[in-house]
Every structure is written in C-alpha cells, then in structure tokens.
C-alpha cells in the first residue's frame, strides 16, 4: 500500500461525497482476491460490479513493471504446479490457454514458456553457489540422513489424510483436513517441530528458515508448525511435461496473472480511488472512495471487502466488535523488494551456472530473481534482477520504522554491497534501482494465528451487505489463497455454496 495514502487513511481527512454512483457489487481491493471475485461474478453472467483499487494500477502484491527490455515483477513471482484442489487455479490456467487439454487432469501439459527454465534454483553457500536449494556440499553422512528423512517425511505427509478424509495440507488451506491431532500443530513453531522429530541439521533448519522468510516473511522460529508443514507437504501438483517441482513463472513473475484477470473485467476495474469510509444500511450499503481528487459515494447492494483485513476497522465505523477484534488480531510481515536493471548479465564465478532464483545462504536478504531467464533463447542487451528482503530480524511495527526512515540511497547501496559478493561487477552494470518498501505486505501465520479462532472469524463473516474476501482469510498469502477467497466471496454473495 502507497503509505503516504495508508497514513491518509488513518488520519481520516477526505472531502465529503459530491456525486452517488450506484452499482449492484463493490468489490474493494483489486488485488489477486477482488480480480477474482470480479472473474467469478463475470462468468457466472452478473456484469453490474465495479472493483475499487487504491493504486494506480490493479494487482496489488501481483504487481510488475516494465523496461523498454523486459518485464520484471515488484511481488508474486510463482505459482507451483496446481495441486488437484486448486480447481480455480488450473480453470483460469486453462482459460489463459497456459494448461492444455483437461483441467482436471492428474498430469496436465502446460505452455513451455510459462515452465521454469533449467536451472531453476541456486544457492550461494560458503563462496559458492551450488544447484537446487538444499546445500549438499561438505555436509556429512549424518546431515545427508537427515536430508534424505526430511525429504520422505514430506512426501508421506503429501499424501497423508487426516480422520475425516481430507489431506492434511490442502491448497487452498480451507480444504485441508480438520483432525484435531494434526490442527494442533498450529500451536508449536516450526522451528519446534523440526526438533521434536529429530532434525537437528543445520542445512535442513537453514531451508525450513529460508521457506518460512520466503513465503510468510519470518523466521521458522516464528512460524506456527502447521503454516511450516503446509510449505512443504500442500504441494503436489504434477504436469505431464515438466518435473513435478518446476514452478510456473513468466519474466514479471505473477503480474501477468493480475494482468489478464483485470483486463477480463475492464473498465470495472478503477484504480486510484481509495475506500475512506463504509456504511452498512437497511437497503444497500455506501462506500465512500476518494478519485480524481474528490470523493465518490458508491451506492452497492453487495460489498465484498478484498483489501487486508486490518484496514477495515478503519474505515468501517460500524463494523461489529467481533469482527474488529478478529481483523486486528494478526500483524503483517514487512518487505522491501529492489529492480536492478543491468546493461548486461554480470560476472559469474565459482560453481553452478546462473539459475532462475538466485538465493543467499547467510545473508540479510533472500536472493534474486532474473526476468530475462524465461527468455534465454533471445539474445537481449541486459536483464532485471528482482531482489527480495522480509525484514524478519526484527517485530513487525519496528521492521516498518526501518523500511520507512532508512533513506532510498542507503538501502540501494546495501543491496548493491549484498549483490557484490556475488556478483563483483553489479555496481557498474546497474543502470537504474528503483525499491518498494511494503510496510504490510503479508499476514504473519505466528503458532495459534490459523486455528485459534480469529482467522476463522474472517474467513466466516458475512453480514447482510458486507463479504470479506483476501488471503488474510487464509491467514497466509499465496495466489491459490487469494484466488480461493475472491472465488468463495462471489459465490457466497450469489447465494452459491462452494465450502
Ligand atoms: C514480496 C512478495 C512476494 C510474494 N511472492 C509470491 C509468490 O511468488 N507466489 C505467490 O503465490 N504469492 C506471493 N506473494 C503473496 C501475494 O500477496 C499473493 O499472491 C496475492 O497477490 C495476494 O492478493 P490479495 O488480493 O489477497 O491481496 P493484496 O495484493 O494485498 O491486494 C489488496 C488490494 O487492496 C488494495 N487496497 C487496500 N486498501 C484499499 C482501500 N482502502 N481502498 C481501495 N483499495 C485498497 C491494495 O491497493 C491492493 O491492490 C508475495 C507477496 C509479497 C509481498
């Protein structure tokens, strides 16, 4: 969220409403979630919506940019392959013409240019970079045991089912399993879980820390075991053309997605018009949004909220106390993201070629990706590199302190000394570094945050006029999760009933 924007919101100050526009639906947000309840409204034939986002462009955490070279993301940068449950998943892959033949297909073939290119990951260890992400250089007998135990373990629990039938890490998390046994792994850390059943290595806590910082933006000692395990044993999806665990990408990363879905609602999508105040009535319910400098009263028999769930309270006076308690109950995970952009792919040295992700073993940030490599057939003059850091190291309201008051210069000349270790020649071939700092980027899964019964308050609220949508329903941020809860909001307010 643009925090100069944010900061207006929470001090309140608009001007009061000059015209009312009336619409049946309002969706609020026009991230991943409220472009998929538009997508699902559209195609069940109901065209009276309009999606309200505060930003110049839709997509939010699915955003991306373009250089006169390439494409390149600002957030979402993968989808693994869909799992069997992620229907909504593989009906809009099928869609985009991106899965071909049957979506329902155990093994369906995908569009090559949208499969990772090889070499998919790397990981740079103790000065040098070795392939895939699980270190396996000067490591012993011992810790590859562990290795090989971690990695049937997650495969077990990949097709493990709990007593009511269900698989234990569903995704979209709402279809996992809800026997108790396994639900209170919700209550330990991951961290904790690793060492109750015996896995002490240091490269198997390495890559369960680097899951967690990757995917929910903290730690493992942070993170609910549950959330943990989910990373690890929800995905498996398979294809019939690619190894099961090549991801699905594209040079902005997973912009292309928000892209197609706003362009199938089109000019329902307004951007730049921010969601100040909320009324719920006996008839309809009023959205008051400031656009063009002015503020625009939608009149709205329906409100599906798709933007995060801590802003509601903010800007819904009357929300029920319930309701407030469950929306500010959890915290979000701050990040900075940078976009080199290079004159030309920088020095390579010691071990394994160039790979997709590009990740640091033992450093502040996580890694890089390039947007050029899907297109390593085309000889291009440069590349953008996409680099990622969660500021996990400290709480969350400091970690926002620090993305805010460290000055532009002093966080790129941090990334550029980060990036020099591995690449010594970064600093002359980066042509321009642009950073985006996102104070409240994803909900924190903290142990007790996805079965404790707040997130579960989200998930299930639906008043006369007001449906919530977001992954924050989902207590953790993945396209499957937003998507999932875009899709259930439409339905649900159509009276429709996907569990
Ligand atoms: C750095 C980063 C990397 C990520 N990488 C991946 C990845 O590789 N794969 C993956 O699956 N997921 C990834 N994610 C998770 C990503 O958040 C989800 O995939 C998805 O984009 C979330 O969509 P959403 O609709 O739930 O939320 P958001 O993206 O938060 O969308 C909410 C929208 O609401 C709008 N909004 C907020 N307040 C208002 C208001 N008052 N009025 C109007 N509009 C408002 C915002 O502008 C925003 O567009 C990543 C996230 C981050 C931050």
Redesign the pocket.
Same mark, same amino acid.
């Not at 609020?28 to 472009?35: A, F, T």
């Given at each position: @969220?643009d925090h100069a924007l *944010?900061h207006r919101?929470r001090d309140g100050q608009f001007p009061a409403p000059s015209e009312t526009r009336h619409t049946g639906v309002l969706i609020?947000?026009?991230?991943?979630?409220?472009?998929s309840a538009a997508w699902r409204l559209a195609k069940a034939g109901v065209d009276d919506f309009l999606v309200?986002? @505060?930003?110049s462009e839709? *997509?939010?955490?699915?955003r991306g940019g373009q250089s006169p070279l390439v494409a390149y993301p600002w957030?979402?940068?993968?989808?693994p392959l869909p799992t069997r449950e992620a229907v909504h998943v593989r009906e809009l892959l099928a869609e985009l013409g991106v899965l071909q033949g049957d979506p329902a297909a155990a093994r369906p073939t995908y569009d090559e240019r949208y499969l990772c290119a090889t070499p998919q990951e790397r990981v740079y260890r103790h000065g040098l970079w070795e392939e895939g992400l699980l270190p396996q250089r000067g490591i012993d007998a011992g810790e590859r045991e562990q290795q090989q135990r971690f990695h049937e373990r997650m495969e077990a629990l990949k097709q493990a089912r709990g007593r009511d039938g269900r698989r234990l890490f569903a995704l979209p998390m709402a279809l996992s399993s809800r026997d108790p046994e396994w639900l209170a792994l919700d209550r330990i850390s991951f961290a904790q879980w690793l060492r109750d059943n015996g896995f002490t290595a240091p490269t198997l806590h390495w890559l369960a820390n680097y899951a967690c910082r990757d995917?929910y933006?903290m730690t493992h000692d942070q993170v609910s075991a549950w959330a943990g395990l989910h990373y690890f044993a929800c995905r498996n999806g398979e294809a019939a053309n690619a190894s099961p665990d090549t991801v699905i990408t594209a040079p902005d990363?997973?912009a292309w997605l928000?892209r197609a879905l706003a362009q199938k609602a089109g000019d329902r999508v307004l951007t730049g018009?921010?969601?100040?105040r909320i009324e719920e009535n006996k008839t309809n319910a009023t959205v008051d949004?400031f656009f063009q400098a002015k503020t625009i009263r939608f009149a709205a028999r329906q409100v599906i909220w798709?933007?995060?769930a801590f802003?509601l309270p903010r800007?819904w006076p009357g929300i029920p106390s319930e309701l407030k308690a469950a929306a500010l109950a959890g915290d979000y995970a701050p990040?900075l993201?940078a976009n080199l952009h290079l004159s030309d792919l920088p020095e390579e040295r010691y071990g394994a070629p160039a790979a997709w992700d590009n990740v640091f073993y033992d450093s502040p940030g996580l890694g890089y990706v390039t947007a050029t490599h899907q297109l390593i057939r085309r000889h291009l003059p440069g590349t953008v590199f996409t680099y990622?850091r969660a500021l996990h190291e400290l709480a969350p309201a400091e970690g926002r302190r620090l993305l805010l008051e460290t000055p532009r210069a002093a966080w790129a000349e941090g990334i550029l000394a980060e990036l020099e270790r591995v690449h010594p020649d970064i600093r002359r071939l980066t042509t321009r570094l642009d950073i985006f700092r996102?104070g409240h980027?994803?909900r924190r899964p903290v142990p007790g945050s996805l079965f404790g019964g707040q997130r579960e308050k989200l998930a299930n609220f639906r008043s006369r006029r007001i449906t919530l949508?977001?992954?924050?329903l989902s207590g953790f941020?993945?396209?499957?999760?937003?998507q999932y809860?875009?899709v259930v909001a439409a339905e649900r307010i159509r009276g429709g009933n996907i569990s």
């Open positions: @969220m *944010g919101l609020v947000g026009g991230g991943i979630s409220g472009l309200l986002d @505060m930003e839709a *997509g939010g955490n699915s957030g979402a940068h993968y989808l995917d933006g990363g997973n928000a018009a921010t969601v100040w949004a798709a933007a995060p802003v800007v990040w993201t990622y996102n980027a994803m949508a977001h992954a924050d941020s993945l396209f499957e999760e937003a809860r875009g």
